[in-house]
C-alpha cells in the first residue's frame, strides 16, 4: 500500500469533504444544499466506485463545480465528494448533508488548506483522513475571546 498527500487550497471557498455509497448522491446532495439556503451557491463532484466510474456533478455556480470536479480528480477516490461552498459557511449545509441517506462520513468542513490523506492499494484509492489547518500555538487569552465573540457577531452567528 502506498499513502499520498493531495494538498488542496480553497482560496476564497469553503470546502465539505465526505464518502458516500451510491450515484443518487449528486442529486441528493444537491437537493439537501438548496433546501438549506436558496442562496448558497455551491458545486458538488462525487467520484463513482463501481460500474462507469466518473466523476458525478451538479450545483448551481460553474466555477464552484469545476472546483469541486478538480477536487475530485485530485483525490480520485472512489465514493469520495467533495462540496465547494461560495458567499456561504459550512455551518449553513451540514445538517443537511448529515442526514443525506448515501452520506456515510464527512471528513472535514473547511476554508483552510487541507491535505487529503490517500491510500493506495492494487484495488484502487481510499480517503483515510484528513489534515485540516495548522497546529495551535497557544491557549486564548481573555482578549483573544473578546475578539471571537466580536468576531461571531459581525459575521451574523450571533446576537
Known amino acids: 500500500m502506498e499513502v499520498e498527500e493531495v494538498q488542496l487550497d480553497p482560496k476564497g471557498f ?3 469533504l465526505g464518502q458516500s455509497h451510491f450515484i443518487k448522491t449528486v442529486e441528493d446532495v444537491y437537493e439537501a ?14 467520484c463513482e466506485a463501481s460500474g462507469e466510474l466518473l466523476i458525478r456533478y451538479d450545483g448551481n455556480d460553474n466555477e464552484c463545480q469545476k ?25 449553513n449545509v451540514m445538517e443537511k448533508l448529515r442526514a443525506v441517506p448515501e452520506v456515510v462520513s464527512l471528513f472535514c468542513a473547511t476554508a483552510n488548506p487541507v ?8 484495488q ?8 485540516d489547518g495548522s497546529p495551535p500555538k497557544g491557549v486564548e487569552s481573555e482578549q483573544d475571546k ?5 468576531f461571531l457577531r459581525k459575521i451574523g452567528y450571533k446576537r
Open 146 to 150: 473578546e475578539h471571537r465573540r466580536e
Open 115 to 122: 491535505q487529503v490523506i490517500v491510500a493506495k492499494t492494487n
Open 67 to 91: 472546483k469541486a470536479i478538480e477536487i475530485a480528480q485530485k483525490v480520485a477516490a472512489g465514493h469520495f465528494f467533495a462540496v465547494v461552498l461560495r458567499d456561504a459557511f459550512p455551518i
Open 14 to 16: 469553503n470546502l465539505v
Open 124 to 131: 484502487g484509492r481510499g480517503v483515510l483522513g484528513v489534515v
Open 33 to 46: 444544499i438548496v433546501s438549506s439556503s436558496q442562496s448558497v451557491k455551491f458545486g458538488v463532484a462525487f
